[in-house]
């Protein structure tokens, strides 16, 4: 008979025979959850690499492939916007002061092109292998090397507040309810995934937005890793350019609480 602590003793007492039980349980459902585990893995993987197999489509594949179909749903709900005001011109019953002060709402959306002079400032990643270029500062963390959400925020609202009519960043047009959001080193705009180097456009005064551009203090200090690790910075005048109009939903999503 064996004489493990897991079986009762002769003249034990039933406080000292339960203080064990517990154990012996735990032990039993510690292995009971790896052959589980073990199971999943097995019928997860089929044999194959479940890290290097190139027949898994990655999340960053996904996120791609998501990016480029919104583009054209993009452009295909653009067009037939297009042919929904080309009809609704055609005979609306509107007067010509109705039509203007619709024209003017449509401009001020967002939703129509806009001609005029142009700036365009242009964000980049740092080499990766940069060091600090001026004595007395610290040598890069990754973290320095990077374009973050909070540089593209600052030269976005700079370009407002300097006077922009309409801005682009990459290919679309922004409208009120934009939002620049950055996830890693990747731009999340409208539905669409951009990487660095980031091109901001704004029509309006040149003279006005580069000195809007100066005076902000998110860009003054976003300056001070341009002169000491090198991330990117160019400001370009355009001259005259036509920004698109907004192509997207107008639609607003927002949550709701759970019933």
């Given at each position: 008979?064996?004489n493990?602590a897991?079986?009762?003793?002769p003249?034990s007492s039933p406080?000292?025979?339960?203080?064990?039980?517990?154990?012996?349980v735990?032990?039993v459902a510690?292995?009971a959850?790896?052959?589980?585990?073990?199971?999943?893995?097995?019928?997860t993987a089929?044999?194959?690499?479940i890290?290097?197999d190139?027949?898994?489509?990655?999340?960053?594949?996904?996120i791609?492939e998501?990016?480029h179909?919104?583009?054209?749903l993009d452009?295909s709900n653009?067009?037939?916007?297009?042919?929904?005001?080309?009809?609704?011109?055609r005979?609306?019953?509107?007067?010509?002061?109705e039509?203007?002060?619709?024209?003017?709402?449509?401009?001020n959306?967002g939703?129509?092109?806009l001609?005029?002079?142009a700036?365009t400032?242009?964000?980049?990643?740092a080499?990766p292998?940069?060091?600090?270029?001026?004595?007395?500062?610290?040598?890069p963390?990754p973290?320095?090397?990077?374009?973050?959400?909070?540089?593209?925020?600052?030269?976005?609202?700079?370009?407002w507040?300097?006077?922009a009519?309409g801005i682009k960043?990459?290919?679309?047009?922004l409208?009120?309810?934009?939002?620049?959001?950055c996830?890693?080193?990747?731009?999340?705009?409208?539905g669409?995934?951009?990487?660095p180097?980031?091109k901001?456009?704004a029509?309006?005064?040149?003279?006005?937005?580069?000195?809007?551009?100066?005076?902000?203090?998110?860009?003054?200090?976003?300056m001070?890793?341009v002169n000491?690790?090198?991330?990117?910075?160019?400001?370009?005048?355009?001259g005259a350019?036509?920004?698109?109009g907004?192509s997207g939903?107008?639609?607003?999503?927002?949550?709701?609480?759970v019933?």
């Amino acid at each position: 008979m064996s004489n493990s602590a897991d079986s009762p003793q002769p003249g034990s007492s039933p406080a000292s025979i339960q203080r064990f039980r517990p154990v012996r349980v735990l032990t039993v459902a510690v292995f009971a959850l790896a052959g589980l585990i073990f199971f999943t893995s097995f019928n997860t993987a089929k044999g194959t690499n479940i890290r290097t197999d190139a027949s898994l489509l990655k999340l960053s594949d996904l996120i791609q492939e998501r990016s480029h179909k919104n583009g054209r749903l993009d452009e295909s709900n653009g067009s037939l916007r297009d042919d929904v005001e080309a009809l609704a011109e055609r005979d609306n019953g509107s007067t010509k002061a109705e039509e203007a002060k619709l024209a003017a709402l449509e401009k001020n959306a967002g939703t129509q092109r806009l001609k005029g002079k142009a700036v365009t400032v242009t964000l980049n990643d740092a080499p990766p292998n940069a060091t600090a270029k001026l004595p007395g500062y610290p040598e890069p963390q990754p973290d320095y090397l990077v374009i973050h959400q909070q540089d593209l925020q600052a030269v976005v609202n700079a370009l407002w507040q300097g006077g922009a009519k309409g801005i682009k960043v990459m290919d679309q047009r922004l409208i009120s309810t934009s939002a620049v959001r950055c996830v890693g080193n990747t731009l999340i705009l409208q539905g669409r995934v951009y990487s660095p180097p980031y091109k901001i456009q704004a029509v309006g005064d040149p003279e006005k937005l580069q000195k809007a551009l100066s005076a902000s203090a998110a860009i003054q200090n976003y300056m001070v890793y341009v002169n000491v690790y090198g991330l990117g910075w160019k400001v370009e005048e355009d001259g005259a350019v036509t920004l698109p109009g907004y192509s997207g939903t107008v639609d607003l999503h927002y949550a709701k609480p759970v019933e």
